[in-house]
């Protein structure tokens, strides 16, 4: 249980760092309003967008190690509590401010996972029948699908729609890293998981990635961690047989609960990534800030969100604070 926690842990790390880049890199590509070749490529050219993913991509491969040895509602807590580390990261190295909202978030988080693994106890079958690795194939299907169709609409109804859609991307995902039989090469490729794992993991990333620039981080977030974390967590304790430690059913409940509404609260976290930048004078030129200053902000390109506590400028695009007198 220590090796399957510890790399957890470090995945939370990674996803939480890398979420950072990739919404960055998201609403640097050009709004599309529908899934085309050239959003992917536009993704593909923006150097945030591929960290961010290298960092996911670090995270999945540690947290496999976890799926495989520990139950799914304690791996889909700690790996969704990266919004916590995202939260302290950008305190520290981007100079943003946590509210008293985001320092209850990140106490909430931290006392629901550490109630949550004294309950958790051992992993349940990592096996299931043949109908249960085709039924997730198919919802990965049917993600798709309705990605699809949410793609051609906009707001914030849209983002969280194509936000719980990538949640149960990478659910399907996590629950077929748990059942896939790795028995031998051939096995892997015949079975349908193993495509469930590719296609949810690929799908959940599009849907996410649209999801961001269709309305705020907190719409897309905080319906993605519900549906990531939920979904595997019941069916992993209804069809896989993940239970908590005799005695300690209260403890882990509460744990889980209080982990993922710590996570929601920190979705609004999001919203708070302050558009960086040299202020622009008159004739275009940009000016370099006072030492040990933060730079002003610049224009707010029209796919950005505004900062928290910053509004557009309807006469010339600037970012002012709402509590400057115009």
């Not at 319906?223 to 069916?235: C, K, R």
Request: charged share 15%; glycine share 14%; hydrophobic share 50%.
């Amino acid at each position: 249980m220590l090796l399957g926690l510890t790399t957890a842990l470090v995945a939370t790390v990674c996803f939480g760092f890398g979420s950072v880049f990739q919404a960055r890199g998201a609403r640097e590509a050009p709004k599309a309003d529908r899934v085309q070749v050239g959003l992917l490529a536009a993704l593909l050219r923006s150097w945030q967008f591929l960290l961010g993913t290298g960092l996911d991509v670090a995270g999945f491969a540690l947290s496999i190690v976890a799926l495989r040895t520990l139950p799914l509602f304690l791996v889909q807590a700690v790996t969704n509590a990266s919004l916590a580390v995202t939260a302290l990261a950008a305190a520290r190295l981007l100079g943003a401010r946590l509210r008293r909202s985001d320092l209850l978030g990140v106490a909430a988080v931290v006392a629901g996972l550490t109630l949550l693994a004294l309950g958790s106890g051992s992993e349940g079958r990592d096996h299931a029948p043949a109908v249960f690795h085709w039924a997730l194939l198919a919802t990965t299907a049917l993600m798709l699908l309705l990605t699809l169709v949410l793609a051609r609409r906009s707001g914030n109804a849209a983002a969280a729609g194509l936000g719980l859609l990538a949640g149960v991307g990478f659910g399907v995902t996590s629950l077929a890293v748990r059942v896939l039989d790795v028995s031998g090469p051939l096995t892997v490729f015949t079975d349908p998981a193993g495509y469930a794992l590719a296609v949810g993991g690929l799908g959940g990333y599009l849907a996410y990635a649209l999801a961001l620039q269709r309305g705020t981080v907190t719409a897309a977030t905080a319906a993605g961690t519900i549906s990531e974390t939920f979904g595997p967590a019941l069916v992993g304790v209804a069809a896989l047989g993940d239970a908590a430690r005799p005695g300690y059913a209260w403890c882990a409940l509460t744990g889980f609960a209080v982990a993922v509404g710590g996570t929601v609260v920190l979705s609004r976290f999001g919203e708070v990534e302050a558009e960086l930048g040299p202020a622009p004078t008159g004739d275009g030129a940009r000016t370099d800030p006072a030492p040990g200053r933060a730079p002003a902000p610049g224009p707010v390109a029209r796919t950005a969100p505004s900062c928290e506590g910053g509004m557009p400028d309807k006469k010339d695009g600037q970012v002012r604070s709402e509590r400057q007198v115009p």
